[in-house]
């Protein structure tokens, strides 16, 4: 029975998405700088999905949620995304992630009408699924993706899962 057990751990922890759940994610400072260097798919994607952490206490955004809102006002701005899906549910507190920074973005002129919440996720695995579903009833195809720089690799990667390929994403640091 134990080898059964060993084969099957050990199936499980050449997947990805177990990679992630059994062994904490370290970014490596290489890593990070691939995914900064790749090129945007266009001058002008169909979205940006913008991936969730928490707010804080009070309902206000964090300075992690700030970091990816300004990215996000910023790329309206500069015209380079025509739609944002804010990804996050109420992982860590109380208020859902993908409402506080649409909310923001929106008071700062992004229009509601370039914004859709995907409210419900509560993991990075999740934001993706989630956020894709959402932009695929869309018909939108090429994205960038928001987030930390050292969370970038591993979005990467969680993309690549779904189904997206570098010549259509895009990676925005959103401290860089």
Avoid at 30 to 41: G, N, R, S, W
Avoid at 62 to 84: D, K, M, T
Avoid at 88 to 110: K, L, T
């Amino acid at each position: 029975m134990r080898p059964v057990l060993l084969v099957a751990a050990l199936a499980l922890v050449s997947c990805a998405e177990a990679r992630d759940v059994l062994r904490p994610y370290a970014p490596r400072g290489a890593d990070i700088e691939a995914v900064l260097a790749m090129p945007a798919p266009a001058s002008t994607v169909d979205a940006a999905i913008v991936l969730g952490c928490p707010a804080l206490p009070d309902g206000t955004p964090s300075p992690c949620e700030e970091c990816r809102i300004q990215s996000s006002v910023r790329l309206w701005n500069e015209g380079r995304a025509r739609n944002f899906v804010f990804s996050g549910g109420a992982a860590h507190s109380p208020h859902v992630e993908a409402d506080v920074m649409a909310d923001a973005a929106r008071a700062r002129g992004v229009p509601e009408s370039a914004i859709r919440r995907e409210g419900r996720a509560l993991t990075t695995w999740q934001n993706m699924r989630y956020a894709l579903k959402l932009a695929r009833t869309e018909r939108w195809t090429t994205f960038l993706l928001v987030s930390t720089a050292d969370h970038l690799p591993r979005a990467r990667r969680i993309a690549q899962y779904y189904g997206l390929d570098d010549a259509h994403t895009g990676y925005v640091a959103c401290d860089r």
